[in-house]
Every structure is written in structure tokens, then in C-alpha cells.
């Protein structure tokens, strides 16, 4: 059964930084496209960064660019999203999902169409000032 647990959120003030993880269990996360999605209050949710399973490229938003750093550490079996710089617009609950195929991952992230292996539970990210 593929699982994914995120953890690392937290509250910090803008212009701090934190780093989520996210663990999977059930599966090789090095086979999968594992990528960050955030929902604020309000507003629908939308793709943050994700890592290709087929040649370990990345895709960040524009709202992130230059901010947020995604990685995997295979042998760890877990992907990181480092955010530096935070900003109150940041405030979200971000979720890490896994898809096992790198071009419905990006459809899933650009149009919402089609449904990703499986997501995590979700943790809050709070910047505050």
C-alpha cells in the first residue's frame, strides 16, 4: 500500500524557513514523480514543485521560484521541499503526492485532470508576522 506522512510544518515568521518532508512507505519513492501541492483557506489547490521520477527534473511554480528547493534521498526514501524566504501568501497546508507516471503527474498539475497514486494527510505552513 503506498503511503506518504508529511511533516515539517510549522509556524514562522516571513523571511524564515523551514523544510517539509516527505516519507513514503509501501514503495520506492524513486520510481514515482513525488511532487508538493498547497491549499490556502478559501482557494483551490495548486501545484508548488515537483521531482521527475525519469530524469530527476524539477518544476516550480512561479509564485516559488527562486524560494523553494525540492530533493530525494532515495536510500532515506523521502523528497523535501527547503523553503526559504517565506511570505504570508505561503500560508497553506501542503500536501506531497506520488504519481507513477511522470506526464499525468504534469497534466494533474496543469489542467487538475486525472487523479495522482496517492497523497499524503497534509501539514500546515504558517508565516506570520
Known amino acids: 500500500q503506498l503511503q506518504l506522512v508529511e511533516s515539517g510544518g510549522g509556524l514562522v515568521q516571513p523571511g524564515g524557513s523551514l523544510r517539509l518532508s516527505c516519507a513514503a512507505s509501501g514503495f520506492a519513492l524513486d520510481y514515482y514523480t513525488i511532487g508538493w501541492f498547497r491549499q490556502a483557506p478559501g482557494k483551490e489547490r495548486e501545484g508548488v514543485s515537483y521531482?521527475?521520477?525519469?530524469?530527476?527534473?524539477?518544476y516550480y511554480a512561479d509564485s516559488v521560484k527562486g524560494r523553494f528547493t525540492i530533493s530525494r534521498d532515495n536510500v532515506k526514501n523521502t523528497v523535501y521541499l527547503q523553503m526559504n524566504s517565506l511570505r504570508p501568501e505561503d500560508t497553506a497546508v501542503y500536501y506531497c503526492?506520488?504519481?507513477?507516471?511522470?506526464?499525468?503527474?504534469?497534466?494533474?498539475?496543469?489542467?487538475?485532470?486525472?487523479?495522482?497514486?496517492?497523497w499524503g494527510q497534509g501539514t500546515q505552513v504558517t508565516v506570520f508576522s
Open positions: 521531482i521527475s521520477s525519469s530524469d530527476g527534473s524539477t
Open positions: 503526492a506520488a504519481g507513477r507516471s511522470v506526464l499525468l503527474f504534469r497534466q494533474y498539475v496543469f489542467t487538475g485532470r486525472g487523479a495522482l497514486d496517492s
